[in-house]
């Protein structure tokens, strides 16, 4: 129940094209969703987060949909560019009441490639 | 911009060696993480620490690790006899306030056990 499954595992993306990773969830305790993005020998990079009570955000080319009746959440690149061209990880995280310290969960990563 | 940093990027050790890992979480910042990710996997949550203090850790974290905050601005991961399958990178993250949840993760230390 504290797994968190994301999709596809690599994705191959034309520059200008849409890129979609789709992540879901069982915990429905889980209250905070975000993406990271890794490049190679890199640590993960915060990019877009979201909360449970809206149904979408959106930061520059980067959008986060939340499905939360379908516990399903996904992140869109639009105008993919071979600079995104990264490892991206969903995560969710639960708010311990009794230390606030909410680990984050990650799902098993998206390799993405961005063709020119 | 404030941001995380960890020595040394890379520690190659042997089986049974004690290493510390180092981070330097951002300043203002109160929750402390460490996290590890073998070669190709996901990242994985061994630990965290508020208020000088673990406050949760995974299956992973056994007898053999070790977490500690030696001054008001290091924070150390110590793994006591390394083994073959503690080769990963760890990551250390730090968060600031108890109503945030941005977790802000350093570059990374790649520890290689020969």
């Known amino acids: 129940q504290q797994q968190v499954k994301q999709s596809p595992q690599s994705l191959i993306v034309q520059k200008g094209g849409i890129s979609i990773i789709n992540c879901a969830y069982e915990n429905t305790a889980f209250d905070y969703f975000p993406w990271y993005q890794q490049f190679p020998g890199k640590g993960p990079a915060l990019l877009i987060a979201?909360?449970?009570?809206?149904s979408e955000k959106k930061e520059g080319r980067f959008t986060i949909s939340f499905n939360k009746s379908a516990k399903q959440f996904s992140l869109h690149i639009m105008d993919s560019q071979p600079g995104d061209s990264a490892t991206y990880f969903c995560?969710?995280?639960?708010?311990?009441?009794?230390?606030?310290?909410?680990?984050?969960?990650f799902g098993t990563g998206t390799l993405l490639a961005v063709q020119p | 911009e404030p941001e995380v940093t960890q020595t040394p990027s890379h520690q190659v050790t042997q089986m049974g060696q004690e290493v510390i890992l180092r981070c330097v979480p951002i300043?203002?910042?109160?929750?402390f993480y460490w996290y590890r990710q073998i070669l190709g996997q996901k990242v994985e949550f061994l630990v965290s620490f508020y208020n000088n203090e673990i406050s949760e850790k995974s299956e992973i974290f056994d007898d053999q690790f070790s977490v500690e905050r030696p001054d008001g601005s290091n924070f150390t991961l110590k793994i006591r006899s390394t083994k073959l399958e503690d080769s990963a990178m760890y990551f250390c993250?730090?968060?600031?306030?108890?109503?945030?949840?941005?977790?802000?993760f350093g570059p990374g230390t790649r520890l290689t056990v020969t």
């Open positions: 993250a730090s968060k600031d306030r108890g109503l945030s949840y941005e977790q802000y």
């Open positions: 979201i909360r449970p009570d809206v």
């Open positions: 300043s203002n910042h109160l929750y």
């Open positions: 995560a969710a995280s639960i708010k311990n009441y009794g230390g606030a310290t909410n680990k984050l969960i």
